[in-house]
C-alpha cells in the first residue's frame, strides 16, 4: 500500500459504544495528525503527532482519545460520543510537524446515532 | 486565529467554461496550498506557491499567490467533469512555528 490509509471508511455507533479509528502512513513521515471535517466548516485540526510524542491537542473534548503507537500509525479511540461528533475523520501526515505540506488518508464516514 | 475565506462557496458551471476560485484573508502567509477532495475522499494536494506573485500552471488549472502573500486564486481553462469536487486553499502564516489553517472551500460541480 502506498500513501495514508484509513480504517474503517465508514462507521456508525451509538453514543455509549467504544470504538477505534486507524491510520497508517507509508510517506517515511514523521508527522501526523486527525483532522474532523463537518459539513459549512473549516477542516478542524484535532491533535498533531511528531515522532509519537503529541504537540499539540486542539482543546478536544476527552470523550477522543489519540494513540501513536510508533511513527507510522495513529489511532483515534472514541467513546461516549454525541450526535454533534458525526463527521468525516480524516488522518494526514507529513515530513516535519509545521511542514505545508500535508497529505491525506481518505478519511472515516462517522456517524453517531 | 487566521481566518481564509473562500469564495464562491458553490459554483455550477457547464463543461468547457472558465472559472476562478479564490482565497482571501487579511493576514500574511510564508506558503499557501491548494487542494481538491472529490466526494468520500481526503484532499489531494494540488500546489504550494510561496513567492508572492507566483503563477504555477497545471495542465488547465492556473495558481497566483498574491503579491502581498495575502490572497491566490485558482483559475480553471475549459472545466471537465473530472475537475468537479471541493477544492480547498490551506496556508502557513509567516513568523516562527504556526499551524496550517484551512479555508471552508468552494465545492464545484462540472455539469457534462
Given at each position: 500500500e502506498t500513501g495514508v490509509t484509513q480504517t474503517p471508511r465508514h462507521l456508525v455507533m451509538g453514543m455509549t459504544n467504544k470504538k477505534s479509528l486507524k491510520c497508517e502512513q507509508?510517506?517515511?513521515?514523521?508527522a501526523m495528525y486527525w483532522y474532523k471535517q463537518s459539513a459549512k466548516k473549516p477542516l478542524e485540526l484535532m491533535f498533531v503527532y511528531s515522532l509519537e510524542e503529541?504537540?499539540?491537542?486542539?482543546?478536544?473534548?476527552?470523550?477522543f482519545s489519540p494513540e501513536c503507537p510508533n511513527s507510522s500509525h495513529l489511532f483515534l479511540h472514541l467513546h461516549?460520543?454525541?450526535?454533534?461528533?458525526s463527521a468525516l475523520y480524516l488522518c494526514a501526515s507529513s515530513?516535519?510537524?509545521?511542514?505545508y505540506e500535508q497529505y491525506f488518508g481518505p478519511g472515516t464516514r462517522l456517524t453517531v446515532t | 486565529t487566521q481566518l481564509l475565506e473562500q469564495s464562491p462557496q458553490f459554483l455550477s458551471i457547464q463543461e468547457g467554461e472558465n472559472l476562478t476560485v479564490y482565497c482571501n484573508s487579511s493576514s500574511v502567509f510564508s506558503s499557501l496550498q491548494w487542494y481538491r477532495q472529490e466526494p468520500g475522499e481526503g484532499p489531494v494536494l494540488l500546489v504550494t506557491v510561496v513567492t508572492g506573485g507566483e503563477v504555477k500552471k497545471l495542465k488547465r488549472l492556473t495558481f497566483q499567490f498574491g503579491d502581498a502573500r495575502k490572497d491566490s486564486s485558482l483559475h480553471i481553462t475549459a472545466?471537465?467533469?473530472?475537475?468537479t469536487g471541493l477544492y480547498l486553499c490551506a496556508a502557513k502564516p509567516s513568523g516562527g512555528y504556526q499551524k496550517v489553517t484551512f479555508g471552508t472551500g468552494t465545492k464545484l460541480q462540472v455539469i457534462p
Amino acid at each position: 500500500e502506498t500513501g495514508v490509509t484509513q480504517t474503517p471508511r465508514h462507521l456508525v455507533m451509538g453514543m455509549t459504544n467504544k470504538k477505534s479509528l486507524k491510520c497508517e502512513q507509508h510517506l517515511g513521515h514523521n508527522a501526523m495528525y486527525w483532522y474532523k471535517q463537518s459539513a459549512k466548516k473549516p477542516l478542524e485540526l484535532m491533535f498533531v503527532y511528531s515522532l509519537e510524542e503529541r504537540v499539540e491537542n486542539n482543546s478536544v473534548p476527552s470523550r477522543f482519545s489519540p494513540e501513536c503507537p510508533n511513527s507510522s500509525h495513529l489511532f483515534l479511540h472514541l467513546h461516549t460520543l454525541q450526535p454533534e461528533d458525526s463527521a468525516l475523520y480524516l488522518c494526514a501526515s507529513s515530513q516535519r510537524t509545521g511542514d505545508y505540506e500535508q497529505y491525506f488518508g481518505p478519511g472515516t464516514r462517522l456517524t453517531v446515532t | 486565529t487566521q481566518l481564509l475565506e473562500q469564495s464562491p462557496q458553490f459554483l455550477s458551471i457547464q463543461e468547457g467554461e472558465n472559472l476562478t476560485v479564490y482565497c482571501n484573508s487579511s493576514s500574511v502567509f510564508s506558503s499557501l496550498q491548494w487542494y481538491r477532495q472529490e466526494p468520500g475522499e481526503g484532499p489531494v494536494l494540488l500546489v504550494t506557491v510561496v513567492t508572492g506573485g507566483e503563477v504555477k500552471k497545471l495542465k488547465r488549472l492556473t495558481f497566483q499567490f498574491g503579491d502581498a502573500r495575502k490572497d491566490s486564486s485558482l483559475h480553471i481553462t475549459a472545466a471537465q467533469p473530472g475537475d468537479t469536487g471541493l477544492y480547498l486553499c490551506a496556508a502557513k502564516p509567516s513568523g516562527g512555528y504556526q499551524k496550517v489553517t484551512f479555508g471552508t472551500g468552494t465545492k464545484l460541480q462540472v455539469i457534462p
